[in-house]
């Protein structure tokens, strides 16, 4: 410990010497563009491995994506169409429906929001825009862009084209239309009860936003018919949604299951797609959630589904003329993980499982749901990224979860090998073609915005592909953080932590700015690039050292560490943010323990909320974005999932969870922050707690984003928002004292 104090102290003198760079503002930070360069989004490898196609920020307005290309073999990218180019100057319109799905997509431009490539000759890609659906075709002469004639009325929603690209499907005021991609062709209707509590092909609220499922149908591998999910949601409790403007309220209904409440009936269809003929597939009766669904390359459906309390996942195919047959089942007895692993291969179906202790790739039999292991990494595996007949490409966890790295492992079994351009303190995800031959590699280090490279497996060298350089001086504003072992409540668990010194020391000792989450699903200490990097920059040259920690529960650790919410939130994380904050000042040298703030959103909101409502605190004050405060008000998969059942609020993991009872114990500083728009954690959540802390007689501060949804997007409202925490900060933490 005195070796690190006096490394750290001679790292502090020696950055004193040197010149220090620029002053970094509120104002470049989110203005336009952005430090990071206008990145790449949802890039793909075209099927057949020709293309690489992705949504570019427009040169005039980063907050506008475009669609892309770049050839394969290399050569520069081209804009095949903008929205500007289609829309002749009319403004574009979203429809309430559409707007929630981008927010569940965590979508916040506007423009081109997605796409998808049509076929499998490489020729042709769709996507929707101000309701009406194109087809973009990459021809001799260029790019040729054209609308599809379905006439007016609501959106065309959710367009997906059928395997060989003849036609397409899409939905519309609730029910699921085809087209056939041919000169003259008619929209043919496969469904007639669609209304607006009855949707046919889509995610309902639940799928989308907690089980990563943004879709409702799905084509036949021959085209000639849809599995789809028939949604019934008029058995879901109305929330109305005051989303209060500046100069006007308009009310929303959403159905929004709260936890222990109804959620949407979900029945499942196979349909053909030239007759409308329907098949039910039978559920039994504790299928309550669908999570993913598709076709095996012999024609037969197949679902994985969840029971309520999602301990138990499973895969299930049906055959027609046969009873439905399970072919695995995953249990656990806190929970099982959601996931993407299911891909048919000669020897068998790769499936992921965390039975081991910590997930690892499997092949089953699908006759028998024999397991077979594949892959026995010391870290846990992440997903797979795709299959070939011969070998299996993959991510798994390195650096105890700070580090992602890119594998190949034989399908005959073998020691998996990295993907070349492995290295340390780096994040590596990827996209494949058809044929697992080509990877779209996604490559980021802390400092280094993701960066994309076009790689064939076997080889070496790697095609660098389109993405704007960044702004010269974020090199000057990357300071590498310190990475520390501080331990978890219990004493013994090490948990991950980066540190960040203050540039502006001065004298004495400075305050720290903690960032933490604390909730399961997501881990933020990591090597990769950092979306908070400029902002820690910012504090620091403020003179405040910035802490960034994962407590147990989070991501990218073995089940054990993972599952430390089970039936309790409020307490491990909490416990764990309180030790590791009073380990600081013992193992980092000139730190005010006195002088210690919070700032966390959405979950980190719940946490800072909470942390503040201790008597034991260590911080001196706290910012809470959109936090839950109520856990009764957030949605059923989510929260059952950590906390069981409410029992009308009166079980011990919701009534230990709620914080407007706890509001007696606020004594410092605490910064409340809330769009009114929010449909994810209602506005509601908020305004129960401002009242219990009203009527206990407390102070607070309280800032609120007429008309703004979760993510609190726009550069003008993200701009308040990091100068109200700015003065926050500098009013109770008071940096170069």
């Known amino acids: 410990m005195k070796t690190l104090m006096t490394l750290l ?24 563009p952005p430090l990071a360069g206008r990145l790449p989004r949802q890039p793909e490898v075209s099927p057949g491995g020709q293309w690489v196609s992705f949504l570019r920020p427009s040169q005039a307005d980063s907050e506008v994506l475009e669609l892309w290309a770049q050839p394969a073999a290399g050569g520069e990218p081209r804009k095949l169409v903008a929205a500007a180019d289609l829309l002749g100057g009319a403004e574009q319109k979203l429809s309430e429906a559409e707007k929630m799905a981008l927010e569940r997509k965590r979508i916040t431009q506007r423009g081109i929001t997605g796409y998808q490539w049509c076929g499998q000759d490489d020729s042709a890609l769709l996507f929707p825009l101000s309701g009406d659906l194109y087809v973009v075709r990459l021809t001799a002469a260029g790019p040729q862009a054209q609308k599809l004639s379905l006439g007016e ?47 046919w092909g889509l995610a309902e609220f639940i799928a989308a ?60 269809f196979v349909i053909d797609a030239a007759t409308g003929r329907q098949r039910a597939l039978p559920l039994p009766a504790q299928a309550e959630y669908i999570s993913r669904a598709g076709w095996f390359a012999d024609g037969t459906p197949w679902l994985q589904w969840f029971t309520r309390d999602q301990t138990r996942l499973t895969l299930t195919e049906f055959k027609p003329g046969a009873a439905p047959r399970d072919i695995t089942t995953e249990t656990d007895p806190a929970w099982v993980e959601v996931h993407d692993d299911l891909t048919e291969t000669p020897r068998g179906l790769l499936w992921s499982s965390e039975a081991s202790g910590r ?62 351009g492995a290295g340390n303190r780096q994040w590596r995800d990827a996209k494949a073609d058809a044929a697992c031959r080509r990877l779209l590699v996604t490559r980021s280090a802390w ?41 978890a409540a219990d004493g013994s668990t090490p948990l991950n932590a980066f540190f960040f010194q203050a540039q502006d020391r001065r004298e004495g000792k400075h305050p720290v700015i903690v960032l933490a989450y604390g909730g399961p699903g997501a881990a933020t200490v990591n090597w990769g ?24 529960g989070m991501q990218h650790r073995d089940r054990d560490f993972t599952r430390a919410h089970h039936r309790a939130f409020g307490k491990t994380e909490v416990a764990d943010l309180f ?51 109520d856990w009764t008000l957030y949605d059923t998969a989510y929260t059952e999932r950590y906390l069981g059942m409410p029992d009308g609020g009166k079980a011990e993991a919701y009534a230990s969870a709620n914080l407007p009872s706890r509001a007696a114990l606020l004594t ?61 900060f500098e009013r109770h933490l008071k940096p170069g004292t």
């Open 9 to 32: 102290a001679t790292a502090c003198a020696t950055s004193a010497a040197l010149a220090q760079p620029p002053a970094l503002s509120l104002e470049r930070i989110t203005a336009d």
């Open 153 to 199: 009325g609501a959106p065309k929603l959710e367009p997906r084209c059928a395997p060989d690209g003849r036609s397409l499907a899409y939905v519309q005021g609730g029910n699921l239309f085809t087209l056939p991609l041919a000169a003259g062709a008619k929209p043919r209707q496969l469904t007639k009860d669609g209304s607006e509590t009855l949707t």
């Open 209 to 268: 936003e907690e089980l990563s499922r943004q879709r409702g149908y799905w084509w036949s591998k021959d085209g000639k018919s849809l599995l789809a999910l028939r949604v019934d949601e008029s058995g879901v409790a109305v929330k109305t949604r005051a989303q209060i403007f500046a100069d006007r309220t308009a009310m929303t209904e959403q159905r929004y299951p709260a936890a222990g409440e109804a959620n949407a009936r979900v029945s499942v």
């Open 359 to 420: 997930r690892q790739l499997v092949l089953l039999d699908r006759a028998s749901g024999a397991r077979t292991p594949l892959t026995d990494m010391p870290e846990p595996v992440d997903h797979a990224v795709c299959a070939s007949d011969q070998a299996v490409v993959f991510t798994a966890a390195g650096d105890r979860g700070k580090s992602q790295e890119l594998y190949t492992v034989p399908l005959a079994g073998g020691r998996p090998q990295p993907v070349a």
């Open 447 to 487: 400092g280094e915005p993701p960066r994309l490279e076009l790689r064939t497996l076997g080889q070496q060298t790697a095609i660098a592909l389109a993405g704007d350089a960044p702004d010269p001086a974020l090199r000057q504003y990357t300071n590498l953080p310190l990475a520390l072992d501080l331990k």
């Open 529 to 552: 690039w950092g979306r908070d990097m400029a902002l820690i920059a910012y504090w620091q040259q403020r003179g405040y050292g910035v802490l960034t920690l994962d407590t147990r």
């Open 579 to 629: 030790a590791a904050v009073r380990q600081l000042p013992g193992t980092v040298p000139y730190i005010d323990a006195a002088r210690i703030g919070f700032f966390g959103w959405s979950y980190g909101g719940f946490l800072g909320a909470r942390a503040m409502l201790d008597a034991d605190t260590p911080f001196a004050a706290a910012v809470a974005v959109a936090p839950v405060t």
């Open 668 to 728: 410092k500083p605490l910064l409340l922050v809330h769009g009114t728009a929010d449909d994810n954690v209602l506005f509601e959540h908020t305004l129960r707690l401002v009242e219990s802390l009203q009527t206990a007689g407390k102070t607070f501060d309280l800032q609120i984003y007429p008309g703004k949804a979760h993510g609190i997007a726009g550069r003008a409202a993200r701009l308040h928002l990091y100068r109200t925490m700015d003065a926050f």
